[in-house]
């Protein structure tokens, strides 16, 4: 494989089945960063969507439940997806997850389903 690390978005629920809990929210988002230190420790790098319409909602003085969210929410992942190499999409049923695989397929991305699947790769950063 290329020696390039891949940047890899991790795709899955974040507000799906949450009713609106900030609480339930913020589970889902630790088992989206979960999936980051396996996906790291493959070689890559891992990337979540969230982790840049968040801070953007709130820089607009929003927050997810807010009608701004879906204005940034879905148009974030889709341009940082444009960045992307690849997507894991993790198990659960999300609208969002669900169009992140649909764009990458489009864009000829590989969608993994797990981990496991993902290429390693030799990391080459000095020490």
């Not at 290329?2 to 978005?9: G, S, T």
């Not at 927050?63 to 879906?70: E, K, V």
């Amino acid at each position: 494989m290329n020696d390039k690390p891949l940047l890899i978005l991790i795709a899955g629920p974040y507000r799906s089945g949450t009713g609106g809990d900030p609480q339930a929210m913020a589970g889902n988002l630790a088992r989206l960063e979960a999936a980051a230190w396996p996906v790291f420790e493959a070689g890559h790098l891992p990337v979540i969507g969230e982790w840049i319409a968040l801070p953007v909602l709130r820089s607009a003085g929003a927050g997810p439940q807010d009608p701004l969210a879906d204005q940034v929410l879905y148009p974030a992942a889709d341009r940082l997806l444009a960045h992307c190499d690849a997507v894991l999409r993790l198990p659960g049923d999300s609208t969002g997850a669900d169009q992140d695989v649909a764009t990458a397929r489009l864009r000829g991305l590989p969608v993994y389903h797990d981990v496991a699947e993902i290429p390693r790769r030799v990391p080459q950063e000095a020490a």
